[in-house]
């Protein structure tokens, strides 16, 4: 498995529709099926993105989320070491300290500081991290929306657009008090109400 | 698991005492003996470095292996790529092609050149390799013998001396034409030939 996985890919493309999308929350329903990926991953994904405080979720039919800040002010490295968590390049293992002429006490002068070879690694690392750090999404989004046609973002609002005043309709149906579930309406018709 | 793993630590331990031993080779059981690691795990990672042309190995009883070059023309990189293979930082799998609105067939500006995503993951990898290929065995090498003092590089040369002593006494004992082995000696006793 690579360092860096398919669920940071995951987040990011759906990260790059919240750019454009603005005010208007996306579900995670709503960003699987935009992006063609599977809801149960964004379901996953998107939690920890909001403890990060990338992105902001509010609840209800019409809820869902938002970028919690400026795209610019969200950097990749935000966005890896939200979904990846604390996972450095190299583990040490102190393999330094395990010579056998050394015996069961290392002396001082093989135990002080960081090994060299862990070092070397920690700045591979370092380099890394600093050259995902210096992206940010908005770097992205306008390298994507300098490839895409603007008829497309069009198409994009109208699919927003309609998603959200779809899933306001199915809440209206199923929620309003005045009308009842199909549970309900079953069970009624059991009990001779209708 | 990191994505340097626990078998380039192994090995780039091993490989410093390659720098200390010059011409006298130093068999994988040596070598995981005096850094007191499994010499299973030692006998996997050598022939790889083989391969990659970092050492060079001689049979027989006075056998083992020694550097193939100069500490100094031995890159982290070269280690990092002999021993872990051919492992990207991020596996790219095209996410952007599967957006709803493509249908089946993605449009060209979509899928034209290298996604944005992976183009940042790309430098950072980069940025990596290049903190990697910067730090040559004989720079840790030296790192490590500043820390050491004087008469831990006399206790190595005499213990890979006592070592290659030893490894010679036994074979002289069991190899030489002159002299059968346990298994013979049984078999000749049967057959009456003593």
Redesign the interface.
């Known amino acids: 498995?690579?360092?860096?996985t398919?669920s940071?890919?995951?987040g990011?493309?759906c990260l790059l529709w919240l750019v454009g999308s603005g005010d208007k929350p996306l579900s995670s329903r709503d960003l699987a099926?935009?992006?063609?990926?599977s809801p149960s991953f964004v379901a996953k994904i998107f939690p920890k993105l909001e403890k990060a405080g990338i992105v902001q979720a509010s609840e209800g039919a019409r809820g869902g989320y938002v970028l919690a800040k400026a795209p610019e002010q969200i950097s990749?490295l935000d966005i890896v070491d939200a979904i990846e968590g604390d996972?450095?390049?190299?583990?040490?293992?102190d393999?330094?300290l395990?010579?056998?002429?050394f015996g069961a006490r290392p002396p001082t002068?093989?135990s002080?500081g960081t090994c060299?070879?862990h070092?070397?690694?920690l700045?591979?690392?370092?380099?890394?991290?600093?050259?995902?750090a210096e992206?940010s999404l908005a770097d992205?989004a306008q390298?994507?929306g300098r490839?895409?046609?603007a008829a497309?973002f069009g198409?994009?609002q109208d699919?927003v657009s309609d998603r959200v005043k779809d899933r306001s309709r199915r809440s209206d149906r199923t929620d309003g008090p005045d009308k009842p579930s199909p549970r309900q309406r079953r069970k009624s018709k059991r009990e001779g109400r209708t």
């Not at 498995?1 to 860096?4: E, G, N, R, S």
């Not at 395990?98 to 002429?101: A, D, F, I, N, P």
């Open positions: 498995m690579a360092h860096v398919v940071v890919e995951y990011i493309h099926e935009l992006q063609g990926i990749f996972k450095p390049l190299f583990d040490c293992q393999v330094r395990r010579c056998q002429l002068w093989a002080k060299a070879v070092a070397v690694m700045r591979a690392e370092k380099a890394m991290r600093d050259a995902l992206q992205v390298r994507f490839a895409a046609p497309f198409e994009v699919w």
